[in-house]
């Protein structure tokens, strides 16, 4: 079983920063594979930052690249990831994922389908302008 838990969601103006957590617990030996994603009201869900720990490779999208930076600190079991320069389309709320993909590749193509299999609950993030 594994266990992943958000925090540091929460509401700031345009142009301004949030760093988020997540804290995972449970059977997390070799889940290499981790990611953001968010999912705003109306929309899919959708990949944001991607990190692979095995080969040190991290993805992001397009409309985060540049201000959004994904990070793990291995001995806490924390992922986070930092949020700058946010803008009102950021606003959604933002879950944690993990599995057990052993390369970048399959770690990153099912991160872009949203096709992993450990979830956290979710954390809110609002963007006023």
């Known amino acids: 079983q594994v266990q992943l838990v958000e925090s540091g969601g929460g509401s700031v103006q345009a142009g301004g920063s949030l760093r988020l957590s997540c804290a995972a617990s449970?059977?997390?030996?070799?889940?290499?594979?981790m990611g953001w994603f968010r999912q705003a009201p109306g929309k899919e869900r959708e990949g944001v930052a991607l990190?692979?720990?095995?080969?040190?490779?991290?993805y992001y999208a397009d409309f985060v690249k540049g201000r959004f930076t994904i990070s793990r600190d291995n001995a806490k079991k924390t992922l986070y990831l930092q949020m700058n320069s946010l803008v009102p389309e950021d606003t959604a709320m933002y879950y944690c994922?993990?599995?057990?993909?052993?390369?970048?590749?399959?770690?990153?193509?099912?991160?872009?389908?949203?096709?992993?299999?450990?979830w956290g609950q979710g954390t809110q993030v609002t963007v006023s302008s």
């Open positions: 994922a993990a599995d057990f993909f052993p390369d970048s590749t399959t770690c990153f193509t099912r991160g872009t389908r949203s096709q992993y299999n450990h």
């Open positions: 449970g059977y997390t030996y070799s889940m290499y594979c």
């Open positions: 990190i692979h720990i095995g080969e040190v490779a991290t």
